[in-house]
C-alpha cells in the first residue's frame, strides 16, 4: 500500500515530462514514466531510510514527487551530454 503513491506520483512526473519534452532525445513514453517512477520510489526509499518520514505520510508525497523530477533532469542533462 505504501508503494501506491510513489509510483502514482511518479507516472503523472513521467507523463509531464514526456509532454513537456516530447521532441527532445531517443526516449519514448514508458522509459519517460519510467525513469519519473524509479525517481519517486528511489526518494521515498531514501527519505524513509534517513528518517524525514515515514511512507504514505504528506512528506512522502512531497519527496516522491521531488526526487522524479531530479531524477527526470539529471536524465535529460545525460541525453544532452550525450548528444554532442
Known amino acids: 500500500m505504501a508503494l501506491q503513491w510513489p509510483i502514482l506520483i511518479g507516472l503523472v ?13 531517443p526516449g519514448g513514453l514508458l522509459l519517460r514514466v519510467g525513469v519519473g517512477v524509479a525517481g519517486a520510489l528511489f526518494a521515498t526509499y531514501l527519505g524513509d531510510t534517513i528518517g524525514m518520514y515515514r511512507a504514505g505520510e504528506s512528506g512522502g508525497v512531497l519527496g516522491a514527487a521531488l526526487g522524479a523530477g531530479v531524477l527526470l533532469v539529471i536524465y535529460q542533462l545525460l541525453l544532452a551530454t550525450l548528444r554532442r
Open 13 to 25: 512526473a513521467g507523463l509531464i515530462a514526456k509532454l513537456l519534452t516530447s521532441g527532445f532525445g
